[in-house]
């Protein structure tokens, strides 16, 4: 598994597509009720997800992804333990997008090492900036069900 901060190039293009803050400040966790659980019932945020989540995608080298699904959580930390084991010291609610599918290529490496390769491409968002805060190219899927019982299929959401 190989776990990647986005490099600013890439989140030039992301940010430039999302809303919120830009000043750098952090911003304030909103009560999961009102930020993640009930975002994924939302068409707009459901249409932000899986926006940015195809742009992040295509830049991998996969123009539409066969499979894609996403969970809310309320603790930052507590998604990532699932998703990667990485320790991150950040309780802001957030989704997770995960897909699944094809090889997804690491856009941006250094020259002298490969390009690495994974069959999941998962993006981590700030639930109230809608920013990217990372992404991952893994060799195996999550069980994105350990974040939340309610994954959602954006391909088949309106």
Do not use: W
Request: net charge negative; charged share 15%.
């Amino acid at each position: 598994m190989v776990r990647f901060e986005i490099a600013l190039v890439l989140m030039s293009a992301v940010t430039a597509c999302s809303s919120g803050s830009t000043d750098g400040t952090p911003s304030q966790a909103a009560p999961a009720t009102t930020q993640a659980t009930t975002g994924l019932h939302d068409a707009a945020v459901i249409a932000k997800l899986r926006e940015v989540s195809t742009q992040l995608a295509s830049t991998a080298g996969v123009d539409a992804p066969p499979t894609m699904h996403a969970v809310a959580a309320s603790d930052h930390q507590a998604a990532e333990t699932v998703i990667s084991g990485a320790d991150i010291n950040d309780h802001a609610p957030v989704y997770v997008v995960q897909m699944t599918g094809s090889s997804f290529t690491v856009p941006h490496h250094r020259s002298e090492v490969a390009a690495h390769v994974g069959v999941v491409l998962t993006v981590t968002f700030d639930a109230k900036t809608m920013r990217v805060t990372d992404v991952g190219y893994d060799d195996a899927p999550a069980d994105l069900t350990r974040i939340d019982a309610e994954v959602v299929d954006l391909l088949a959401a309106p």
